[in-house]
């Protein structure tokens, strides 16, 4: 199993961009990737993911506001959060599996982050 690290959470004002970065050390070769979230009593929810040859899927929260991307040489992902809403407030998790295709949902991935705490404030 891999260990993945999430970084990059913080606390922001709505309106506000945060950028989130996630280290996936052996993750070389194919791969899918992605960034989910979890609110207070709420699932776990899919954000947005990239296989490794730059195919992303993202859901419809995410859309126009949100980016997801990689860089290779360094298996790690980032999220770039723009336009943020407190509604965007949760801990937010990097997963990733090795595939060919990514299916946005918590069960297709093998291995998580513990997280980074995003706090948007009205």
């Known amino acids: 199993q891999v260990q993945l690290v999430e970084s990059g959470g913080g606390s922001v004002q709505a309106g506000g961009s945060l950028r989130l970065s996630c280290a996936a050390p052996?993750?070389?070769?194919?791969?899918?990737m992605g960034w989910f979230r979890q609110a207070p009593g709420k699932e776990r929810e899919g954000v947005a993911a990239?296989?490794?040859?730059?195919?992303?899927v993202y859901a419809d929260a995410a859309k126009g506001r949100f980016t997801i991307s990689q860089d290779n040489a360094k298996d790690t992902l980032y999220l770039q959060m723009n336009s943020l809403k407190p509604e965007d407030t949760a801990m937010y998790y990097c997963?990733?599996?090795?595939?060919?295709?990514?299916?946005?949902?918590?069960?297709?991935?093998?291995?998580w982050g513990q997280g980074t705490q995003v706090t948007v404030s009205s």
């Open positions: 990239i296989t490794r040859d730059g195919t992303t």
């Open positions: 052996g993750y070389t070769y194919s791969r899918c």
């Open positions: 997963a990733a599996r090795g595939a060919v295709t990514c299916i946005l949902t918590p069960g297709f991935f093998r291995d």
